[in-house]
């Protein structure tokens, strides 16, 4: 499917491909809560066309429910009548969904599989450029274009305080394209959110006269947890008020990249979070269960990135790290990549580079403190250094004795 391709703008209710009643059951709602609202401005809530709005309109007049106050232009003025507010408030109790009509799970199932993120053509220089800012040995960044390419899964691992973090969430700028996720689906007259604005970035040129306007055009979802992810939040989200359903994390991630940051410190067990992995990851599918126990069957279709400073075989045993084909250990650096970070962070902070006094420091770090060279020192101790010139309200300055009051407030006596 091209970039930015999707499909038409159904013009009847038919050709929305879900069920009559649920819309006009939506239907209902918006005018009741709206009071009274204009036919074109229905539309534009429901993300329906007019076409569809005013058929919609003309089945809630038939049977009682929606009157005209008169038109504008020639667009009527929608109103409920009695017989609707009373239908609406019973429908509100049941479920108080009101919003975009959402699209059939058939449809979502396609579209997901049509976007696939190993569609995408990586190339080198793409993988290259994503990972230019940060100062990465040529053959991770290698490893890291392969893992990428497979558009399956990879484990980043090694010590603390290595650019794990800053990697994986360099991988989603790979893609530049864009993808259509729909603001909800519909199962079993069931709604499922799906667009989350928080989430998903939408494109800059999103709206086409041609779409279909229950789907939103989005760059490629990044979702990143750390140690807050639980169990529970991979699952549908039933609200107890509102009586609909919020997709799962790996369900807004869809055709994008999943991060799970500090792997290992989540308030659960790995094993409980792996076990749930394990068909997914395998099988490229996922399984999600409505309170009624109806069982969906969706596309798990998403580069997922595991990034812990933990020892993985500690964490998960040998089937599961079967099924994550990339491992990746990224290491401390070595002295002239110090340098390299360095010098990169004193260009962007304006603050002059002295090569001696840098190797001072790893001298320093290596006798004194008993630390390796990470890639994290460098912005860290900077910014000691930034803060204790604005404190003294001096120009900031990178020499032996501010990196040595830096270490002392930074480290820990060894």
């Not at 090694?158 to 990697?167: C, H, Q």
Request: hydrophobic share 40%.
């Amino acid at each position: 499917m091209p970039e930015g391709a999707t499909s038409p703008a159904p013009n009847t209710i038919e050709e929305l491909g879900i069920p009559q009643t649920l819309v006009e059951d939506i239907t209902l709602k918006t005018v009741y809560l709206a009071g009274e609202l204009m036919l074109d401005d229905l539309a534009a809530k429901l993300r329906v066309s007019f076409s569809v709005a005013s058929e919609l309109f003309r089945s809630l007049r038939r049977a009682e429910f929606c009157e005209s106050k008169g038109t504008v232009n020639g667009i009527h003025r929608l109103t409920t009548t009695m017989q609707g507010r009373a239908r609406a408030l019973e429908l509100l109790s049941q479920n108080q969904y009101t919003g975009p009509a959402p699209v059939s799970l058939i449809d979502y199932v396609n579209r997901v599989r049509a976007q696939s993120v190993k569609n995408f053509p990586v190339r080198r220089p793409l993988v290259e450029k994503a990972f230019e800012h940060l100062v990465i040995a040529d053959q991770a960044v290698r490893q890291l274009g392969a893992a990428v390419i497979s558009g399956t899964s990879i484990f980043l691992y090694g010590p603390t305080g290595t650019g794990k973090t800053s990697i994986a969430e360099a991988i989603p700028s790979i893609y530049h394209d864009s993808v259509w996720i729909p603001y909800a689906v519909e199962v079993d007259a069931q709604i499922i959110t799906v667009f989350d604005p928080i989430l998903h970035r939408q494109h800059a040129n999103s709206e086409s006269d041609n779409a279909d306007p229950r789907w939103v055009r989005c760059r490629r979802p990044r979702v990143t947890v750390g140690g807050e992810l639980t169990v529970e939040m991979l699952d549908l989200q039933f609200h107890p008020v509102s009586k609909f359903y919020a997709a799962p994390l790996q369900m807004k991630a869809n055709n994008g990249v999943l991060i799970v940051d500090d792997f290992g410190r989540q308030r659960v067990r790995p094993e409980e979070l792996l076990n749930r992995w394990t068909v997914p990851l395998d099988r490229r599918i996922d399984f999600l269960t409505l309170l009624g126990g109806r069982k969906l069957e969706i596309p798990f279709d998403l580069f997922v990135v595991f990034a812990t400073n933990l020892d993985p075989a500690q964490l998960a045993d040998e089937a599961f790290l079967r099924r994550i084909h990339n491992k990746i250990r990224i290491e401390n650096l070595d002295r002239e990549q110090f340098h390299q970070v360095f010098e990169r962070l004193c260009r962007s902070c304006e603050l002059p580079y002295d090569r001696a006094a840098i190797d001072y420091l790893a001298d320093l770090l290596a006798t004194e403190w008993k630390q390796p060279l990470r890639p994290c020192y460098p912005f860290d101790l900077i910014n000691h250094i930034l803060w204790t010139a604005q404190y003294a309200g001096e120009s900031p300055r990178l020499d032996r004795e501010t990196l040595t009051l830096a270490c002392h407030s930074y480290f820990l006596k060894p």
